[in-house]
């Protein structure tokens, strides 16, 4: 059984950092997609990052180009979202969502098993 268990989130002024971590149980990776998602108030969920756990370079939103970072830690099973230069509108609940198939477009939503999520708030 897949468990997702998202946490880093918090409050944080505009310019600030966070870093989120995504522990997966019964998720092999090394041949597993791993994604980050969000939904702000709102708004309707959208994707941020992707990594495939077995290799090959990350996918971004171009809402967070060069300022998020995906990585991963198989050893742990844990997935990372570095966030850096936050903005209000990256306030949102964050998810992590795993999948069996590969990782390409960050914005595609179909995946099998998502996290609770984690709050990200940035006040300006």
């Known amino acids: 059984q897949v468990q997702l268990v998202e946490s880093g989130g918090g409050s944080v002024q505009a310019g600030g950092s966070l870093r989120l971590s995504c522990l997966a149980s019964g998720v092999t990776f090394g041949s597993a997609c791993m994604g980050w998602f969000r939904q702000g108030p709102g708004k309707q969920r959208e994707g941020v990052a992707n990594?495939?756990?077995?290799?090959?370079?990350?996918n971004y939103a171009d809402s967070v180009k060069g300022r998020f970072t995906i990585s991963q830690d198989n050893r742990k099973n844990t997935v990372y979202l570095q966030m850096n230069q936050l903005q209000p509108d990256d306030t949102a609940m964050y998810y992590c969502?795993?999948?069996?198939?590969?990782?390409?477009?960050?914005?595609?939503?179909?995946?099998?098993?998502w996290g609770q999520g984690t709050q990200v708030t940035v006040s300006s």
């Open positions: 969502a795993t999948r069996k198939i590969g990782c390409r477009d960050p914005s595609d939503l179909r995946y099998d098993d």
């Open positions: 990594i495939y756990t077995g290799g090959g370079s990350p």
